[in-house]
């Protein structure tokens, strides 16, 4: 090397260095200010990163006498329309349909997530119209749907996604549920993939394919595809699926045109914010997206007496692709007293090797912590791990069972997919139990003795009574409440009352609280739309 560019060498890395020291203003100017390389947040905007708000109308059928024949005339043809459309012509009576009062036209509600995939689902919101005289949506199911971007909605408008499925009220919260609105969990369907796009400030196909080659590089093939002068589509790689939001930030951070001296005084000047600032967001994923150059000085950082900077040198690290920082991942992970247990254990099933996230999640299933169980099993369920039995109970909801937890708990959700966990399976029931639901229309009862438990549903709009019968366990007691009866060739084949997921845990809630389960129980959290 000759003597100018050692002297060039020096005065960057002494530059950075300096306007390091200064603030971390100034870091983030560095590069332009330098001429060194800009960033691709500095050409350009990155879009499609937002939800989309998503509303339709529909039909809610199934319902107790509880829905009502008004219908907005424009609605009413609409809906007509749309009905007639998904059937061939002349099977039902539409306008019939719409005005009986087992059904009710309902509003429908949601937010589509960013960056989203064809037939990815996502939570939706239904209240009955209130200029109807609809009581209840109880015990309801919405028929398929159209969901269309909010705004005016018509035929003509695209339709972005569908919707269907049960009606979930929320029987188990504080307070008593608003029957004329809920929820149908997962029940929205996006019907194309949504890719987010760059957007050049200044168009410039040369910087557009730059770009493009610098993610594919880095991100793997198909990661970006430059269109035109000024948009370069991108997907997001496998990795960050499930943390778009930061690969967004990472693209935004990188450097086109770097030196390896600057990006060696750049990864230094980020350690030492990591280490010694307040934004240590902001320098983990700066130091993220420098990659490989930013690894020797990370390293420094896995002996650090500050936890938090231990947990994001250590994830830093082995999203840029060493196993370096796995062993305190690991360590932070598996340490009781760590506030950071959840976020060691995320990193390690988003980008360490399937042995090794498998090894950490099992082990965290028998952890004390309930928060700590739950994200070890929701991350051990993503990988798909045999540590969990799973299966589809009536065609609406998962019954999940984990014989390795140690502590019984029972975890129904109330977001997303609709599922029942049992940590700690198998369950039993004891006898001398009785309990039944809000409506009065299902029982579980087993008297002191008995051998059985009796499951026993009084069927909508009618005078009949089922009882059917099941052993105390309690994986077998949800699939009898709940698997919907079978009869082929005159023979039933499968028994079940066709119980309601909302109703099912809030039967759970009471076998729980009454003693007759010996396990805790537990909800997640609702659907936050907006």
Request: hydrophobic share 40%.
């Amino acid at each position: 090397m000759g003597t100018g560019r050692r002297k060039t060498s020096f005065w960057v890395v002494m530059g950075v260095l300096f306007l390091t020291s200064c603030g971390g203003q100034a870091v983030r100017k560095t590069a332009a200010e330098a001429e060194v390389g800009r960033t691709i947040g500095s050409l350009a905007e990155i879009f499609g990163r937002e939800s989309i708000a998503v509303d339709g109308y529909g039909l809610v059928g199934g319902l107790r006498g509880t829905g009502s024949s008004e219908c907005p005339p424009n609605l009413r043809e609409y809906l007509k329309q749309y009905i007639l459309a998904q059937l061939a012509q002349g099977t039902v009576d539409v306008e019939k349909l719409i005005s009986e009062r087992t059904t009710a036209v309902v509003g429908i509600h949601g937010m589509m997530p960013p960056a989203a995939v064809k037939e990815q689902r996502f939570d939706l919101k239904v209240s009955a119209l209130a200029e109807t005289q609809t009581t209840s949506l109880e015990g309801g199911w919405l028929y398929r749907a159209e969901l269309k971007a909010s705004g005016p909605f018509g035929i003509a408008t695209k339709a972005l996604a569908t919707a269907e499925g049960p009606i979930f009220l929320d029987t188990i919260g504080e307070a008593a549920p608003d029957k004329k609105a809920g929820y149908v969990l997962a029940g929205g369907r996006i019907l194309d993939d949504y890719s987010m796009t760059l957007v050049l400030r200044k168009p410039d196909y040369l910087a557009a394919r730059r770009i493009s080659d610098m993610l594919n590089t880095r991100f793997g093939e198909w990661t970006a595809n430059p269109a035109s002068p000024d948009v370069v589509q991108l997907r997001v790689p496998a990795a960050y699926v499930e943390q778009k939001e930061r690969f967004v930030s990472i693209v935004k951070a990188m450097y086109l045109g770097e030196t390896p001296e600057f990006m060696e005084a750049r990864a230094e000047a980020f350690v030492q914010r990591l280490a010694a600032s307040d934004d240590k967001e902001g320098s983990e994923i700066s130091l993220e997206a420098i990659g490989i150059a930013s690894l020797k000085k990370l390293a420094a950082l896995l002996s650090s007496s500050d936890e938090q900077v231990r947990l994001r040198a250590a994830r830093c690290m082995l999203n840029i692709g060493s196993d370096e920082g796995l062993v305190t991942l690991r360590a932070i992970a598996l340490d009781r007293g760590s506030s950071y247990r959840i976020a060691a254990l995320e990193a390690i099933t988003a980008a360490a090797r399937r042995k090794d996230a498998v090894s950490v999640g099992r082990i965290l299933l028998r952890d004390d912590d309930f928060e700590v169980r739950l994200a070890a099993y929701e991350q051990l369920r993503r990988m798909d791990d045999i540590s969990i039995t799973r299966e589809l109970i009536g065609g609406n909801f998962y019954l999940e069972q984990i014989a390795q937890a140690q502590r019984r708990e029972i975890y129904a959700s109330r977001r997303g997919q609709p599922r029942i966990v049992l940590f700690g399976a198998p369950m039993s029931c004891r006898d001398n139990i009785f309990v039944q639901s809000a409506s009065g229309d299902v029982t579980i009862n087993a008297a002191a003795g008995q051998q059985y438990v009796s499951l026993v549903r009084k069927l909508p709009n009618r005078p009949k009574v089922v009882e059917l019968r099941s052993s105390f366990e309690l994986a077998d007691i949800i699939r009898t409440l709940c698997e919907e009866p079978v009869v082929e060739e005159g023979y039933t084949v499968r028994s079940g009352l066709n119980v309601s997921y909302d109703t099912a845990i809030g039967l759970l809630r009471q076998l729980c609280d009454s003693g007759a389960v010996a396990a805790g129980f537990r909800a997640g959290a609702l659907p936050e739309i907006d």
